[in-house]
Nanobody
Framework: QVHVAESGGDLVQPGGSLRLACSVSGSTNHNIGWFRQAPGQEREGISCISSSGDTTYYSDSVKGRFTISRDNAENTVFLQMDDLKFEDTGIYYC???????????????????WGEGTQVTVSS
């Protein structure tokens, strides 16, 4: 059974960078996605990556600033976040599921597992 666990959340100033990590265990065949829930808002799929790492998806809100990658040897998926903005504040969750990377990120349903989340706060 697949399990995921996030780490790396922190307080960072606008324009700064942060790297989140999602540790994956129990499977090498799952796509991994990063989802963000800002205060008072619904959870949003921001970036997802296929099990092989060949296919990625980014939401318009993070495209060009965030980079998703995975190290299958280390069973870890990273989310490099650059040029952080106030609106990037929220709880960041990783999740695992099979199938379409695009569907995973845009619908945000049908996950096999969700992590508990890590807090990212962008503040001056």
């Amino acid at each position: 059974q697949v399990h995921v666990a996030e780490s790396g959340g922190d307080l960072v100033q606008p324009g700064g960078s942060l790297r989140l990590a999602c540790s994956v265990s129990g499977s090498t065949n799952h796509n991994i996605g990063w989802f963000r829930q800002a205060p008072g808002q619904e959870r949003e799929g921001i970036s997802c990556i296929s099990s092989s790492g060949d296919t990625t998806y980014y939401s318009d809100s993070v495209k060009g600033r965030f980079t998703i990658s995975r190290d299958n040897a280390e069973n870890t998926v990273f989310l490099q976040m650059d040029d952080l903005k106030f609106e990037d504040t929220g709880i960041y969750y990783c999740a695992a599921r099979r199938g379409s990377v695009f569907t995973m990120c845009t619908r945000g349903t049908g996950m096999d597992i969700w992590g508990e989340g890590t807090q990212v706060t962008v503040s001056s």
